[in-house]
Nanobody, 124 residues
Framework: VQLVESGGGSVQAGGSLKLACAASGYTQSNRCMGWFRQGPGKEREGVAV???????LYADSVRGRFIISKDNAKNSLYLQMNNLKPDDTATYYC????????????????????WGQGTQVTVS
């Protein structure tokens, strides 16, 4: 399984960015896919996930501002980020778990077997 993120960059507070994750090497429809981020000096944290049925889960800090989506035909995952804040500054990672999304544990990085290399988002 290979995951390649794109779409990061620098933006002013209040702006928007859309991240993309291109996946290969597995059947996307049978996975929990999501986005994590890791800011300077911080632990990696779950941002949002989507399961094979389209159920989504969001971190409290991004709910209402970020939207996760996927395109099964393109084997791609997206994260639309709106009203960005300086606290959103981080490296964003795409991740895949072979199992279904866990509503209790989805924010634990240990559950995810596959990771992308990350894309930097800077909000000033």
């Amino acid at each position: 399984v290979q995951l390649v993120e794109s779409g990061g960059g620098s933006v002013q507070a209040g702006g928007s960015l859309k991240l993309a994750c291109a996946a290969s090497g597995y059947t996307q429809s049978n996975r929990c896919m999501g986005w994590f981020r890791q800011g300077p000096g911080k632990e990696r944290e779950g941002v949002a996930v989507v399961d094979r049925n389209g159920m989504t889960l969001y971190a409290d800090s991004v709910r209402g501002r970020f939207i996760i989506s996927k395109d099964n035909a393109k084997n791609s995952l997206y994260l639309q980020m709106n009203n960005l804040k300086p606290d959103d500054t981080a490296t964003y990672y795409c991740a895949v778990d072979r199992a279904s999304c866990s509503s209790r544990l989805w924010q634990s990085p240990d559950l995810y077997q596959f990771w992308g290399q990350g894309t930097q988002v800077t909000v000033s």
